[in-house]
């Protein structure tokens, strides 16, 4: 398939120099293995259907959660650290669960503040494989 015949079906476009691909696409795995596609893959998220002034307290209630996940994650991780008597596998284990928990809401939770407020919900390549690993 040619990059002519993308851009007839209407699924590819060009945003800010990068090809936009719609997640509900095949076309995104193509466009992937494509080795003369020298442009950068961007793919469009569509999951926002809400107006800009209704995407405010979604953004304060998702702010509130990240930063009560992180908070509470920490706690219990620097009172499993600096109590002596939680020094037992049981608690070492607790400790690693909530690492685990503040890096995967480090992944998700940042990207998500933003594309609320964003007026384009756009994520490269790249940043899909950066949230894929640390989610």
Known sequence: MTRRDKEDDGDVGREGG?????????????MLLDPG???ALVFT???????????????????????ATVLANL??????VV???LHEPMYVFLCNLCV???YGASGFYPKLLH???ADSQLI????CLAQIFTV
């Open 18 to 30: 990068s090809e936009a691909v719609s997640m509900a696409t095949p076309r995104a795995a193509m």
């Open 37 to 39: 596609n020298n442009s």
């Open 45 to 67: 998220l569509h999951g926002f259907n809400v107006t800009q002034a209704g995407r405010q307290p979604l953004f304060a209630v998702s702010l509130l959660l990240y930063s």
């Open 75 to 80: 706690t219990v991780v620097l009172i499993v």
């Open 83 to 85: 109590q002596k008597s």
């Open 100 to 102: 685990n928990g503040v």
């Open 115 to 117: 594309d609320l407020l």
């Open 124 to 127: 490269s390549y790249g940043g």
